[in-house]
C-alpha cells in the first residue's frame, strides 16, 4: 500500500507532522522531490527537530527511509543531519539513498547566491541552497547521479565538461573564482566515500516491498502551488512537488499510489515571493504570525517571517485537484481559538467579476480576494480527540471548509504533537 503525502498550497502546511505520525504504522518512507531548501518540523518524545533532507520517519526504529530518484541530495546536508538526530538520542536509522538520485554540488549553490545577487530586487526569493541551477544541471545532462560517483572515468570526463561551462559564467557573467577540475574530482571522492554504504537500487527495493504488502509513504516538500507547471510559475520550486511525480521521484508504478493525503492548513502562509491573495498584513498579521504554526510562523531552513494570511478556498480547492487528494489532512486548526469572527477567502474578484476557480499567474496578481466571515471558537482546543467533542463553532469552520474545498476532511490536527490528531468521518 502506498499513500502520498502532499501539500495543497504553499508549503508548510504541517506535512512533516502527518507523516511522522502516520509514519508509525508504515515500513519505508520515501523523499521523492526537492531538497534541502525547505524544511519540516518535527515535534515527538525525542524533542523538536527540523529536517531538510532526511525523510520524516527516521524517529522509529521499524521504518527504513529513502532518499530518492527525485531528490536533490546535498551529501554534506544528509550527513550533517543525521548527525545531529543520533547526536539528540534518536537511533541511527536505517538509510537508503537512490543509486539513481543526482548530486546538489558546492558550486550550485554559489551559482544560486551569484543568480540571486545578480537579479538583485528581481529576485526569487530563493533559499539559495542550489535547487534551481542543480535541476537545470540536471535537465541540461550535466549532473552527477550518484551511481557515476563509482565511475572514475565518469567523474574525470565529466568534471572536465561541468568546468569549461561553469568557467564561462563565472568569468564572464558574475566575476567570480573559477572552477578547478581537481577540487571537484576530489569533492567527488568525498562525497561516493560518504553515501557508498547507503547506495540502493530504489526502485526494485519498492517493487519487492509493495509484493511484500508493505506500507510506503511518500513525502512531498512544499505544495501544489510551488510546482513548476501548475503553480505560481515563476514563482516556484524547481521540482514537482504533485503526488502524481512521487512516483517518479521514487520510482513506482503511479497505480500503486492508493491513498493521497494533502495537507491543508486551516490558515495560509508562505515564505518566498509570488501572488498570495488572502494575505494580510500589519498587527492582524502579526498576530496570526506570532501565534501561528509551534512557536511562530517562521521559516524551518532560513528562519524568515513566512506570509500570512486566512484559509484561501480557490487556491486550496485547485491544490487539492492537482494533487488527486483522496483524503485532506485539515492543520494547525488549534491557532485560530482566539479569533472573535474566521475570515476565509472564498472567491476571487478579477477584471470585476468573481470566480472560484485558481487562474494562470498574470490573472492571480491582479485577483483581490472575496472575504466571508465564520464565527470563532474562542478556547483551546488541544487535547481533544473526538470530532464530536470539538466546539459547535469549530466544527462548523471544518464542515464550510470541507464543503467548498471539495474534498474530505478526515484527520483534523489540533497541535504541533504526534497524537493531537482526531479522525473523523467525512459526510461528502
Ligand atoms: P511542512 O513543511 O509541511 O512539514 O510544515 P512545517 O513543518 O514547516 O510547518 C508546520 C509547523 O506547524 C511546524 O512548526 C509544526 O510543528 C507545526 N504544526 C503542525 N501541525 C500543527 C498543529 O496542528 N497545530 C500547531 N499549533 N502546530 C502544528
Redesign the pocket.
Known amino acids: 500500500m502506498v499513500k502520498a503525502i502532499v501539500?495543497a498550497n504553499w508549503?508548510?502546511?504541517?506535512?512533516?507532522?502527518i507523516t511522522d505520525m502516520l509514519a508509525r504504522d508504515s515500513d519505508i518512507i520515501v523523499r521523492f522531490q526537492g531538497g534541502a531548501n525547505?524544511?519540516?518540523?518535527?515535534?515527538n518524545n525525542y524533542g523538536k527537530f527540523a529536517l531538510h533532507t532526511l525523510p520524516?520517519g527516521v524517529f522509529y526504529d521499524h521504518t527504513t527511509s529513502i532518499i530518492g530518484n527525485g531528490v536533490a541530495l546535498n551529501i554534506p546536508v544528509l550527513f550533517r543531519e543525521l548527525k545531529q538526530i543520533v547526536d539528540r538520542g534518536v537511533p541511527m536509522p536505517k538509510l537508503l539513498v537512490s543509486d539513481r538520485a543526482q548530486i546538489v554540488m558546492p558550486y550550485h549553490v554559489l551559482f544560486d547566491q551569484y543568480e540571486e545577487e545578480r537579479l538583485g530586487g528581481k529576485s526569487f526569493g530563493s533559499t539559495k541552497s542550489g535547487i534551481a541551477p542543480f535541476y537545470s544541471d540536471k535537465y541540461a545532462k550535466i549532473g552527477f547521479q550518484v551511481s557515476e560517483l563509482f565511475e572514475e572515468d565518469i567523474i574525470r570526463e565529466k568534471a572536465e565538461r561541468v568546468c569549461a561551462v561553469k568557467n564561462v559564467l563565472l568569468e564572464h557573467l558574475y566575476q567570480k573564482p573559477l572552477l578547478d577540475v581537481g577540487e571537484l574530482i576530489e569533492t567527488l571522492h568525498e562525497y561516493r566515500d560518504m553515501v557508498a554504504p547507503y547506495v540502493c537500487n530504489v526502485s526494485l527495493y519498492l517493487d519487492q516491498a509493495i509484493r511484500e504488502g508493505k506500507t510506503i509513504l511518500l513525502e512531498g516538500?512544499l505544495g501544489t502551488l510551488k510546482d513548476p507547471d501548475h503553480g505560481i510559475y515563476p514563482m516556484v520550486t524547481s521540482s514537482s512537488t504533485l503526488a502524481a511525480y512521487g512516483a517518479i521521484g521514487a520510482g513506482l508504478p503511479p497505480y500503486e499510489i492508493r491513498q493521497i493525503i494533502t495537507?491543508v492548513k486551516a490558515y495560509s502562509s508562505a515564505v518566498g515571493a509570488g501572488a498570495f491573495v488572502s494575505e494580510i498584513f500589519g498587527e492582524e498579521a502579526e498576530e496570526l504570525r506570532r501565534r501561528g504554526?509551534?512557536?511562530g510562523e517562521y521559516?524551518?531552513t532560513t528562519g524568515r517571517p513566512r506570509r500570512v494570511g486566512w484559509l484561501d478556498i480557490p487556491a486550496t480547492r485547485y491544490g487539492c485537484r492537482l494533487q488527486g487528494t483522496t483524503d485532506v489532512a485539515f492543520?494547525?486548526?488549534?491557532?485560530l481559538g482566539y479569533l472573535d469572527e474566521i475570515p476565509v477567502c472564498t472567491g476571487y474578484e478579477i477584471d470585476g467579476s468573481v470566480t472560484t476557480e485558481f487562474p494562470v499567474t498574470g490573472k492571480l496578481e491582479q485577483a483581490k480576494p472575496v472575504i466571508e466571515k465564520l464565527p470563532g471558537w474562542k478556547c483551546e482546543i488541544r487535547g481533544i480527540r473526538e470530532y464530536e467533542q470539538l466546539p459547535e463553532n469549530c466544527r462548523r469552520y471544518i464542515e464550510f471548509a470541507e464543503q467548498r474545498i471539495g474534498y474530505p476532511i478526515t484527520l483534523i490536527?489540533?497541535?504541533?504533537g504526534r497524537d493531537?490528531i482526531i479522525y473523523r468521518k467525512s459526510k461528502l
Open positions: 501539500g508549503g508548510d502546511e504541517g506535512k512533516g507532522k525547505a524544511g519540516h518540523t518535527i515535534v520524516s516538500q495537507v504554526g509551534d512557536g521559516g524551518a492543520t494547525v486548526l488549534d491557532v490536527s489540533n497541535g504541533p493531537d
